[in-house]
């Protein structure tokens, strides 16, 4: 079999990384009081969820590599995982959770401008149609985890012990 193109690792690392933020949502969720935050992450664990299947369907239409685009996919929710084991540890709390959405939420962000950039000179149409949904979705979750995380600092006793 063929190896993945370029834009066809680049999608299967934004199917990943859709993986990961419906896990990643699941356990901030866990750690958050605020009924509005857990509104938010739910619809955010919601369009992940779709961003993934959507990302997965379109990986059909690349001839014979739908397999290896989705084991990159899983392989990058790994990566995602681990990465969430070792930030929010068991004294982890709110704001250490949607510190941590930030930060993956703007790797969702500049991964799926790189794909659009992609695709650029690529033009495949799924592809775009693709991109043009979930780079809005995208930057909207940063938007609002960036928003939460400023908000639950608010809160904090700069002068308190951490």
Not at 104 to 120: I, P, S, Y
Not at 132 to 142: E, F, G, N, S
Request: cysteine-free.
């Amino acid at each position: 079999m063929a190896e993945l193109t370029n834009l066809e690792t680049k999608l299967g690392e934004v199917i990943g990384l859709a993986m990961a933020a419906q896990a990643a949502t699941e356990k901030v969720e866990k750690l958050t009081k605020d009924r509005t935050l857990v509104k938010q992450l739910k619809t955010m664990r919601q369009e992940a969820a779709m961003a993934e299947k959507r990302g997965t369907e379109l990986a059909g239409s690349f001839d014979g590599k739908k397999s290896k685009i989705v084991a990159e996919a899983r392989t990058v929710k790994k990566k995602g995982a681990d990465m969430l084991k070792t930030y929010l540890d068991r004294d982890a709390d709110e704001l250490d959770g949607f510190e941590f959405l930030t930060m993956a939420e703007a790797g969702e962000v500049g991964h799926w401008q790189v794909l659009n950039q992609l695709n650029k000179k690529a033009r495949h149409p799924g592809v775009g149609e693709l991109v043009k949904v979930q780079l809005a979705i995208q930057k909207r979750h940063l938007r609002d985890v960036m928003a939460a995380s400023v908000m639950l600092a608010a809160k904090e006793d700069p002068n308190a012990e951490a």
